[in-house]
């Protein structure tokens, strides 16, 4: 299993570096490695989660973006699919990850999920609020106004911290970078000094 995921992780990595993918520049750096860091943390306080599971879901949540970014969903579920397959996951295996990935997509109710979604999740939602995620965000996105962008990423923030973001230690960890990065966005305290 370690040689199939090292595999995968190396195939990720290889297509996230292709400059057809906007993400191309920093994205393994400064997305799927800070996920991958947050995850492991999580598999220690979590030890029953499946850790290959767990890493396998951190390599394969954004599939789908980073080979068809305008059907990054359907992507998935389907080049996803065929990818896992190509690698050498039975079939079982593969029917399980697309299964959470889905569930990991739709950010209903994942404080429900099995845990090694919640742990890629709260990765995921949390790894947007450590390095220059959200400021490379307007780089790519530069014919947006101000105000869109803006509006966007607390859009975004606010999402990732409500749904995506389920487990308390995440939370607790990550409360100081949340309240930070919703006022970079523009919501601003009453008091300065307090």
């Known amino acids: 299993m370690k040689d199939l995921i090292n595999n995968l992780k190396k195939e990720i990595v290889t297509l996230s570096n292709k400059p057809t993918f906007i993400h191309h ?45 305008d059907h990054q969903y359907e992507a998935t579920l389907t080049k996803g699919k065929e990818k896992l397959i190509e690698f050498g996951f039975s079939t079982e295996m593969t029917k399980k990850i697309i299964a959470y990935i889905k569930l990991f997509d739709a950010k209903e ?16 939602g949390a790894s947007h609020f450590v390095g220059p995620f959200y400021h490379i965000f307007w780089k790519e996105f530069n014919k947006w106004s101000d105000g869109e962008l803006i509006a966007e990423n607390l859009r975004k923030a606010k999402v990732d911290w409500k749904k995506k973001v389920v487990l308390p230690e995440i939370k607790e960890a990550f ?20």
Request: net charge negative.
């Open 109 to 124: 109710n994942l404080s429900a999920a099995p845990i090694e979604i919640q742990i890629v999740s709260s990765a995921d």
């Open 175 to 194: 409360n100081k970078r949340f309240q930070f990065v919703i006022e970079s966005f523009g919501t601003l305290p009453e008091k300065y000094l307090e």
């Open 25 to 69: 520049s920093w994205f393994v750096k400064y997305h799927l490695e800070i996920v991958e860091k947050i995850a492991l943390e999580l598999c220690e306080k979590y030890p029953h989660a499946d850790k290959n599971l767990v890493l396998i879901l951190v390599w394969m949540h954004d599939y789908g973006k980073i080979v068809d970014y």
